[in-house]
């Protein structure tokens, strides 16, 4: 999505241990006219699916999550990283190994917003290795729902988190694909 590229070339920083940072309009600062147009282009999508809703983490996939939903007509959920009091007991839960901060953790729903009925859109802001979709989708087949796919803002293509996914199947829209930067020269390169 020329767009996207667009706006990471310009405020997109690169950091060493291959972390590209875009908190000035996804990850930090939400640019809120940007988050909905990317979410009118996923939504245009996954339009013939019959997506009954959008699931994503906790908490940088909401930005994105939230106006996909909005344009789709349907509700969001987002899986929860802590066991809050207010949860309950009732949850679908499995392990991610975390990407940026280097350790596991559980992420939970609640079993009263997912079902068996659901046609699941699984959303989030960056695909590395795939972790946090794997524990996602691993939530949608527990709780017995059809996964329509998964929508990610940006790839990383040089980690192989998106070529195992498309490999086992799973529908993968990405609205950029970097195919590598450089934390030197802050150099970006996209794969489509
Ligand atoms: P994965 O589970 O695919 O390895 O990593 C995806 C998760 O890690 C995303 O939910 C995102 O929050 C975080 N992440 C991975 N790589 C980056 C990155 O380069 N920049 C930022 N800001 N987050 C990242």
Redesign the pocket.
């Known amino acids: 999505m020329k767009l996207l590229h667009e706006k990471i070339r310009k405020d997109g920083k690169v950091?060493a241990g291959?972390?590209?940072?875009?908190?000035s309009f996804?990850?930090h600062q939400i640019d809120v006219k940007f988050m909905e147009a990317l979410g009118e282009e996923i939504a245009r999508r996954f339009s013939s699916c019959g997506v009954t809703k959008v699931l994503t983490?906790e908490a940088?996939?909401i930005a994105l999550a939230f106006p996909v939903a909005q344009k789709i007509g349907c509700d969001m959920v987002f899986a929860k990283k802590s066991q809050t009091k207010n949860l309950g007991s009732s949850v679908y839960s499995t392990p991610?190994?975390?990407?940026?901060h280097g350790c596991v953790y559980d992420i939970r729903v609640a079993k009263e917003y997912l079902n068996e009925d659901d046609v699941v859109l699984i959303v989030?802001?960056?695909?590395?290795?795939?972790?946090?979709?794997?524990?996602l989708l691993d939530i949608v087949k527990k709780a017995g729902a059809k996964p329509a796919g998964v929508a990610i803002a940006?790839e990383?293509g040089f980690?192989d988190?998106g070529k195992r996914l498309r490999e086992d199947g799973v529908r993968l829209e990405s609205m950029a694909i970097v195919e590598s930067m450089d934390a030197t020269t802050g150099e970006i390169v996209f794969a489509d």
């Not at 291959?18 to 908190?23: A, E, G, P």
């Not at 991610?96 to 940026?100: C, D, L, N």
């Not at 989030?124 to 524990?135: K, S, W």
């Open positions: 950091f291959n972390i590209l940072k875009v908190d996804l990850n983490v940088s996939g991610v190994e975390s990407f940026t989030d802001d960056f695909l590395a290795n795939g972790n946090a979709v794997r524990g940006i990383k980690q988190g």
